[in-house]
């Protein structure tokens, strides 16, 4: 999925908080947004996703507005992931069973993406019964297990051991090599963007700087 971003303003109060005139994510890339603290990073992320529709301008997703296919398609992992208190393997499937996939074939998937995300031993485990890195590790499973078209990532990192880590990048590149799905992940760290991403998107101030 491209995005497309013209004469974007969010304002907090008398704040400027985004201002983008014009800005393109490629299809089918891995794109990082990295800056300092306060640069407007989720805010961007969120007006994406639609969370926040309070912004003037234009966003537009292989050339149409936000609509009901177009949030069927995507998902969001956000810094702190919130999980149902029911058991991870529940947590997973939740998106196939909103879709309405065969019980099956939702078997399958949640299968394959817990072997992935090396998450067997979690899948009795009610999600708010995990660690930190755990419950990203579930979160990511959940987002990658329905294979969006765009895959939003909020820090899906901060704050975790580097083995999981290791495992969350592994997973987030096989993820686009597999199914050409759009990335867009925010992160402090200009290491993991150089890592992992194709194209790197600098704020600062709310501004997309060279």
Same mark, same amino acid.
């Given at each position: 999925?491209?995005?497309?971003? #013209?004469?974007?303003?969010?304002?907090?109060?008398?704040?400027?908080?985004?201002?983008?005139?014009?800005?393109?994510?490629?299809?089918?890339?891995?794109?990082?947004?990295?800056? !300092?603290?306060?640069?407007?990073? %989720?805010?961007?992320?969120?007006?994406?996703?639609?969370?926040?529709?309070?912004?003037?301008?234009?966003?537009?997703?292989?050339? +149409?507005?936000?609509?009901?296919?177009?949030?069927?398609?995507?998902?969001?992992?956000?810094?702190? !992931?919130?999980?149902?208190?029911?058991?991870?393997?529940?947590?997973?499937?939740?998106?196939?069973?909103?879709?309405?996939?065969?019980?099956?074939?939702?078997?399958?998937?949640?299968? #394959?993406?817990?072997?992935?995300?090396?998450?067997?031993?979690?899948?009795?485990?009610?999600?708010?019964?995990?660690?930190?890195?755990? %419950?990203?590790?579930?979160?990511?499973?959940?987002?990658?297990?329905?294979?969006?078209?765009?895959?939003?990532?909020?820090?899906?990192?901060?704050?975790?051991?580097? +083995?999981?880590?290791?495992?969350? #990048?592994?997973?987030?590149? $096989?993820?686009?090599?597999?199914?050409?799905?759009?990335?867009?992940?925010?992160?402090?760290?200009?290491?993991?963007?150089?890592?992992?991403?194709?194209?790197?998107?600098?704020?600062?101030?709310? $501004?997309?700087?060279?």
């Amino acid at each position: 999925m491209e995005l497309n971003i #013209e004469n974007l303003h969010k304002k907090y109060g008398d704040k400027a908080i985004l201002d983008i005139p014009l800005l393109t994510v490629e299809e089918g890339k891995i794109t990082g947004i990295t800056g !300092p603290n306060g640069s407007g990073k %989720s805010t961007l992320l969120n007006t994406i996703s639609g969370i926040d529709r309070d912004f003037h301008g234009k966003v537009s997703y292989n050339g +149409e507005p936000l609509n009901k296919d177009v949030a069927r398609n995507m998902t969001y992992v956000f810094q702190k !992931p919130y999980l149902f208190r029911r058991k991870v393997y529940d947590n997973i499937a939740y998106p196939l069973k909103l879709r309405k996939i065969h019980k099956d074939k939702i078997k399958e998937l949640v299968d #394959e993406v817990i072997k992935r995300l090396e998450i067997a031993d979690l899948i009795d485990k009610r999600g708010h019964q995990l660690s930190g890195g755990e %419950s990203q590790k579930v979160a990511l499973a959940r987002a990658l297990v329905f294979r969006p078209k765009l895959l939003l990532l909020d820090e899906p990192t901060s704050n975790i051991d580097p +083995e999981s880590i290791k495992v969350l #990048e592994r997973e987030i590149v $096989r993820f686009n090599e597999e199914t050409k799905g759009t990335v867009l992940i925010v992160t402090h760290n200009l290491d993991q963007a150089q890592r992992i991403c194709n194209d790197i998107i600098y704020l600062n101030f709310g $501004r997309v700087s060279d």
